[in-house]
């Protein structure tokens, strides 16, 4: 691996201001507010909340379409690390709340869906504990991931509805990701049985070494290696990761693979690239697929900062 270059810190450095923030907070261990309070009123973040709507929603409501939706739009807001004392994003949270859960306490896809989506909840527990979403609204939604756990460790989206016996990659980190906000922004309910899920779930993703099958050691899917920012619901081997980083996960020899394939990914100039992103409408491109990715090299110089390949 080439080494952390004060050249590469530098280029992170004249990025977006999201990208600033989290450089000097990840990268340089200097947290800095007043840079973190501008991403709202600049750049990529600023672009987010201008195209909020004035009923609190974004896109045509809360997941439609994919990802100018709210849901996704919020996602997006949270990855950025957005000052989480958003006024404005807490409406369009408790309005999700208020109108978008299911008999079954979970928060559902669309109306044409009768029953909740683990992923989708995943998701929603990840940006609502970072925004501060009071706990007796996620109560319910604790209940539904809980309920969907499964006997291999990890979780399904369609384990409600057509009966899945086997765990999905993608459902098992987005929950594990929303699991993780929902501990560190101190919430109590249900919160030991969630960290034995968590848990569970990042053994079941171990077990595959992050991208191989566990019975025959093949990459099970080209684009679990494919970089592409943000990752929406789809799986990949950095933002998988980039979880065991921020969940202070200890060193496990399993993890090896992946990192190998996140550093054999880095260029010379000591910069990662940016994959194809997922179709889909969006509110604006960040970075271009193909070129030099700060969002990626971001990523991997900070989980490569935890864990240099062994």
């Known amino acids: 691996m080439k080494p952390r270059s004060a050249a590469t810190i530098a280029w992170l450095e004249a990025g977006d201001v999201a990208v600033q923030y989290q450089t000097r907070r990840d990268l340089k261990g200097h947290t800095d507010a007043a840079l973190q309070r ?19 929603s974004w896109g045509r409501g809360f997941y439609q379409p994919k990802w100018t939706s709210s ?30 859960k299911k008999h079954d306490g979970g928060i559902g ?3 044409s869906i009768a029953v909740s989506d683990v992923c989708v909840n995943g998701m929603f527990l990840n940006y609502a504990s970072y925004f501060g979403e009071p706990e007796d609204n ?18 399904n989206c369609r ?37 034995r899920a968590a848990d569970a779930g ?43 980083r921020a969940s ?22 000591g910069r990662w690239l940016l994959a194809a992103g997922h179709p889909g409408e969006v509110h604006f491109v960040m970075e271009e697929a193909g070129a030099p990715s700060r969002w990626n090299t971001l990523l991997a110089l900070r989980v490569l900062g935890r864990w240099s390949p062994i």
């Open 38 to 56: 501008r991403i709202a009123t600049e750049g990529w973040g600023a672009a987010f909340l201008a195209r909020r709507h004035a009923d609190a």
């Open 71 to 100: 849901h996704y739009t919020l996602l997006d807001l949270k990855m950025l690390a957005i000052s989480p004392r958003q006024p404005l994003i807490r409406e369009s949270i408790a309005k999700i709340t208020a109108e978008q």
């Open 109 to 111: 896809p669309g109306r």
């Open 138 to 155: 996620l109560r319910s939604i604790v209940d539904f991931i809980l309920a969907q756990h499964m006997r291999d460790g990890g979780f």
């Open 159 to 195: 384990k409600n509805r057509s009966g899945a016996h086997h765990s999905s990659m993608h459902s098992t980190l987005s929950v594990l990701e929303g699991v993780n906000e929902y501990a560190t922004n101190g919430y109590r309910y249900r919160l030991e049985e969630l960290q």
């Open 202 to 244: 990042r053994e079941f993703l171990l077990q595959h070494r992050l991208f191989r099958s566990d019975r025959t050691g093949l990459v099970i899917r080209q684009d679990f290696l494919r970089l592409s920012y943000p990752p929406r619901w789809r799986y990949n081997i950095l933002r998988a990761l980039d979880h065991f």
């Open 248 to 269: 202070g996960a200890p060193w496990d020899p399993r993890l090896s693979d992946a990192i190998g394939e996140v550093v054999s990914r880095q260029r010379p100039d």
